[in-house]
């Protein structure tokens, strides 16, 4: 039981099992017991293989001398299975010895495996056969002693051997080991059909064991467990030119948490919920609602620090890494138990269905026309790959070397999303100087003049940490002017002034995307202001509803609230989102939609009480709609992606904090290229365009009846505000006069007028840069020329 122990830690757990057989042969000896005296050997050798206290090689040598004690008593002709199994626990042994010549040991190793397979036949152990098979497989792939090559081929056909017994469906966590055993052996001598002869049995394991876990999380681990053999499947079929099969796997590897949930929303959508898990909906409903009540306590202005409580807008600035209290975090934990309830009823889960992977030729259909192509990006160990698909004709690879996991992966994180949770500003900074060295990596110009050639639209397949790349934005080589010409200099060209881009988790998202039927003469609902704290939304929201066909409005707090907002979306087919709306990173379920009594969670979005499947398009014109961390197994929760989830076609969504005038402006670009059919990546690709290169005075021409009205109220309140704070702060300075200098009140005081100055300074800053606005914003050329400006918005989903 002790060696065997999952709970507690594993060192100490063998080494209670190490005592507890060691007592035993107290009684066990083996001249009174010989045949359990054996026994205990036996299991006192597996004990000491497996320890991890003390030295490695001398607790190898014991091992060693317990299984041959135990063969003293375990002889082939009386005990012939317990001979064979120590046999093959010997042929370990000698096979991970560190003691003596590696070559001599494992040429013991063969001997013991060899000698184990005498009584251990396929016709009556079946399952031990395949085991040594194995065991024998590692010991040839390891051997030194011959010629490589026959070694290599005797460990092939050893695993090939195991694996005509232990089959995916059979023995799935066996096939996964021998599968990579024989898929890593041919990989490595560069056998790329063989490999993938191991890799696909491997995979199919994996599959079939995500199939009977009955929790997200299980199924989570045995993915990211086994992701490397996702990568080196791909890798061998890129380098065997196998690029169809490649494209699979990679499809296969990623999103597949999404992918069970928008399966198991979509089978919800024309179906009751079941009354079990309609309990469980409603409990996790009170229990977000007991959270809500938590975090208005803590908005709400406390007594004698009125002015620094504010947890909303501070939260609102960057993604929160953590839950605002220990009470809260508790009850997001208790939430989360009530969502794996919700889930262990999914039929999905519950293995009454079964996604099945996606071909090849099924990828190429989701394509519209010729002038489209589909971009997977996938990076393995060494390198970053894109895969570029077209309709009708045979797919490309573009292989940017050395941009391996590593270096690309972590450098993505470490330059980008890093900085972003540290400093904004100086991110933003940095954003240009970034994007052009990316673009240099994944040697765009290339990409484009080698494999893009009459390609107008871009279907984006990012993987890890490309999903918060902006990649619209990646500069790009524009066409030179002659020499000599007297030419003025080129404006900068983007990879979406070239391209329409539109991004999806993966292909078999967009199946689910495709599938649903089309929305025509669409009803609107527009979300503005939930908060009553957002200046130009008001504007934004206004303008919007001129332009689209009599919407439903929910304006303000009183209005928007969560009951309000679950209903408008139950009863629109394209819902407009403006408020404040935060990314958790460190918990994506408990990403949120704030509004006016409330909010809405990512993990309410992933229930099936959120089944909306006459939902066409959702803009969320919201702060880090889109941001997410993405795990080793690619998948990206988001509000953008949980919103497909729920049954939308299409979502236009934010990858960081956007500014809230910049949005307005691009929100209402946005609808009026729609109002004129453009598709949703053209109108996105236009409102950018129109964002980014708009002047101060076509600004004041169209909107100063607007603008100009709104800047005066900001800065007046900002007036205001500032007011109250430095009046709070000379009032604890005066209170600080009264106490000693080393009194624990003065010390207290002293720590809240740390933080009221702080306030003011945040506000002197604002203050002076809406005042700055106001005087200057008709006179710039183009004021919303920087990146953060325009190009944090994305477009996920159908054309």
Known sequence: AYSKRIAGVRAGNIELAIARYTAALEVYTRENYPEQWAMTQNNLGEAYRNTIAGVRAENIEIAIAYYTAALEVYKCQNYPEDWAMTQNNLGNAYSKRIAGVRAGNIELAIARYTAALKVRTRENYPEYWAMTQNNLGEAYRNRIAGVMAENIEEAISCFRLALEIRTPTAFPLDCLQSGRNLGNTAFTAGFWDIALEGFEKAIQAV?????????????????????DVYEKAIQACVNSNQLEKAIEYCDRSRAQRLVDLMHSNDLYASSEIPPAVQKYLQEFEAKQREIDAEVEQLRKPSEGNKELADVGSQSRSRADLSAYTEKIQDLEREKQQIWEKIRS??????GQ??????????MQQLIDNSQTAILCFYTTDDDTHVFVIYKDKAPQIHTCQGEGWGNFQNGIFESWLSPYLQDRKIRQQGMGEFLSQLSQRLKVDELIGNYL???????????????????????????????????????????????LIRYVPSCRILEYCNQR????????????NATDDLYFTPFECEQIAEIVTKPERLKGSQEATVAAYRNLAQNVNVIHSSHHAVSRLDNPLESQLFLGDGSITLGELMTPGWRLPQLSDVFMSCCETNLGGTEITDNLLSLGTGFLCAGARSVVSTLWAVDDFA??????FYYHYRREGLSRPEALRRAQVRLRTIS????????????????????????????????????????QTSYHKETDEFNKLGAQLKKITKRENQ????????ESLKENIYTLSNPFDDLSYWSGFICQGLH
């Open 207 to 227: 599959e079939k064991s995500r199939s009977w876990a009955t929790s997200d999380d299980i199924r989570q681990q045995i993915l990211a467990e086994s992701i």
């Open 763 to 770: 506000i002197q800053k604002q203050k002076k840069g809406y």
């Open 345 to 350: 009823l999914d039929p999905v889960l519950a």
């Open 663 to 668: 949005t307005s402006l691009f929100s209402i």
């Open 517 to 528: 039927p089309t929305i025509e003469s669409p009803k609107y609902g527009i979300v503005e």
């Open 453 to 499: 050639e009459g390609i107008e639209e871009l279907i984006v397949i990012p993987h890890l940490y490309l999903h918060q790349i902006p990649l619209a934005a990646l500069p790009i080589e524009p066409p030179q002017p002659r020499a000599g010409t007297g030419a003025p200099p080129l404006r900068r060209v983007f990879l979406g002034d070239k391209f």
């Open 353 to 362: 269905f079964q996604v099945d992977p996606m071909q090849f030729a099924a």
């Open 696 to 735: 101060g005075a076509e600004l004041k021409q169209l909107y100063q009846p607007q603008i100009d009205p709104l800047l005066q109220r900001i800065i007046g309140d900002l007036k205001s505000k500032l007011a109250v704070v430095q009046k709070k702060k000379q009032k604890l300075k005066l209170r």
